[in-house]
Structures are given as structure tokens and as C-alpha cells.
């Protein structure tokens, strides 16, 4: 009974607490998939765009879209965090879109994944068309961004065509396949770790502790 008036209290605490450290885990994780990259062509080839879609999927909407924005916001005051340097000069790189794309493409997937209360028990279904509707986005994004600074900014003639195959086509087999594994890896990680209470993120109840469940239950 000691624990039934501070238990709910206590799990929203400890929510919020795991709220901000997975928010800080990924934004580091998009920072260093960023510098995991293969050089090819135009675009390189790197772990970001895995590791943010994995971030929407895990985090949901809100939490998705303020670790990519401190990314974002970290880089263009001059961190070097992307993947070519930092600074807000960076804007004018052609990849820069794919980073645009992120701002819009993780809240959107993740809304689809997880729903507007963030369930934290996602129909795989639903995980999986929202990684890749997010991979859609960003390659939209990315691509056209690419396409308007060659032709339009840099003097580069470059039609549609090749654009979206140097931009998009070259990736898109691996990146499907980063959309399904993050699906799944998502479909058993997120009941393990969140649940809703009172419209806060909350530990569930084995990081709680056995004693933790019953206080919450009025349960002596």
C-alpha cells in the first residue's frame, strides 16, 4: 500500500527520464550513421537513413521529430555531424534534402506505425508501412533537392531520370530491407519498454519492478 499513491507519480518521473535519454541515445546514432557511409557517386552511402526510420518507429512521432530536429539544429550551428561537415553553409550541399526529409518523413511514418496515442503494442502491418512510406518521403525530398541545386544552383545539367537513379534507385533494395529489419526489430522491442499511463510515457511494468505494479493496483 506504500507505494499505490506514489507509484503513479514515480512512472511518470521515471517516463519522461527514459523519454530524454533515448531522445539523446538517438541523436547520436543518426550523428554516427551519418559517418558510416560508402562513398558512391553523388550520394553516399550511409547508415542514417536507417537509424532514423529505426528512431521514428521506436519513439513515435514527437520524440522522432525532436531528435532529428537537435541534429539538424546541432549541425547547421557548425558541428560537424553530417555527413559531408556542418555548418549552415551545408544547405547548399545537394544531399541536403535527404536531411529536410527527415523533418517530415519521421513524423509521418511514425503517425502510421505507432498511431496518434503512440501504442505501444504496433501491428507489425503498420510498422512496416510506416518505415517505408518515411523512406519514401526522404527519398522525395532528397532526390528533387539534389535535382533543383545541380541544375539550378551549381550549372550541372542532370535530368530527372539519372537523378533518381544516382539519388534513390542505387540504395533502394538496401534500404528496403533496413525498413523491414527496423519493423521488426520495433515490433518486439516497443511493448518490452513503453506503455501509456495517463498520457505519458511510462516504464513498463517489469522495469518497474513487481513491487512498483502492485502499489499501482491499490494491491497490498
Known sequence: MTYSKRAPGLQRKRGRTLRLVLIAIFVALIAVGAFIKFPVGIVPVS?????????ALLLGARDATIAVAIYLVMGLVGIPIFTAGGGFG???????????????ALPIGALIARGVKNTSRPKLWRLI???????AIVYTFGVLYMY?????????????????LTGCAVFLPTDCCWCVVGALISHRVVPLVFRKYDGMYGISAELCGEEYS???SGEE
Open 148 to 164: 533543383l541545386m545541380l541544375n539550378f544552383y551549381m550549372g550541372k545539367a542532370l535530368e530527372m531520370s539519372k537523378a533518381w
Open 90 to 104: 551545408y544547405v547548399l550541399q545537394p544531399t541536403f534534402g535527404y536531411l529536410l526529409g527527415y523533418i517530415v
Open 214 to 216: 502492485r502499489g499501482a
Open 129 to 135: 508501412l510506416g518505415a517505408f512510406t518515411a523512406l
Open 47 to 55: 547508415m542514417q537513413c536507417a537509424v532514423c526510420i529505426l528512431c
